[in-house]
């Protein structure tokens, strides 16, 4: 996915990629307040930097990513909750899981389907798992999982986090993981939204 954001997109994404720690599993509340106010109240256009925007739907499927990259989870549910699309369901998916509401979460990633990301989401899975620490056993059996599955099962994922939002003695590394393929997923999921919109 080669390609250049909008500069307004573009200084969003590089406030967002400065996060340390990374977005949690399930947010107590959202990251900056004023990004999320500056998300919001932009217009599509402002937003694209004027660009021609061939689907509305997909520009603001970017709008809800950008808003639940930043935690702000019910004012992505406002957008993501009007998008009857494989992505809009993907993006409504994300917030419940993240809300957590992994039931409800579930009921969405089956609407979704198979989504175009998938393969490259599981790919950059095993190479944040490669980065990782394979002392704990659940990196290891996640590992394994997502080798002998020929693509990404958001189904597993959605049983990862639950299990590990559930579970205080949950290795850190285990959360790392999940964390950063979460984060993963989000770019991947905003770079299809934004692309889409544009119809490059």
């Known amino acids: 996915m080669s390609f ?3 500069s307004t997109i573009a200084s969003i994404v590089e406030e967002l990629e400065t996060r340390d720690p990374l977005p949690a599993l399930a947010p107590a509340g959202e990251w900056n307040r004023e990004l999320t ?4 109240t932009i217009s599509l256009e402002a937003l694209f930097d004027g660009q021609s925007i061939d689907d509305s739907t997909m520009g603001h499927a970017t709008q809800s990513g950008l808003l639940l990259w930043n935690d702000a989870l019910d004012a992505s549910h406002t ?3 009007g998008i009857e699309t494989k992505t809009g369901s993907y993006w409504h998916g994300i917030m419940h899981r993240r809300e ?3 039931s409800n979460a579930k009921y969405w990633f089956g609407r979704v389907g198979v989504h175009p990301t998938f393969p490259e989401l599981r790919g950059r899975a095993l190479t944040v798992l490669q980065a990782a620490s394979t ?3 659940s990196l290891a059996h996640y590992a394994e999982v997502i ?3 020929e ?5 597993r994922f959605v049983d990862w986090c639950q299990a590990a939002d559930g579970d205080r003695s949950t290795p850190e590394a285990v959360k790392a993981f999940l964390q950063a393929v979460q984060v993963e997923e989000i770019k991947l999921l905003l770079n299809y939204s934004y692309q889409h919109a544009l119809d490059q």
Do not use: L, N, V
Request: hydrophobic residues 25%; glycine residues 0%.
């Open 100 to 102: 957590p509401d992994y």
């Open 37 to 40: 106010h500056r998300i919001k």
């Open 79 to 81: 957008i993501s909750q």
């Open 4 to 6: 250049a954001y909008s």
């Open 151 to 155: 693509d990404w099962d958001a189904f």
């Open 135 to 137: 002392e704990s056993d």
């Open 147 to 149: 080798e002998k599955t």
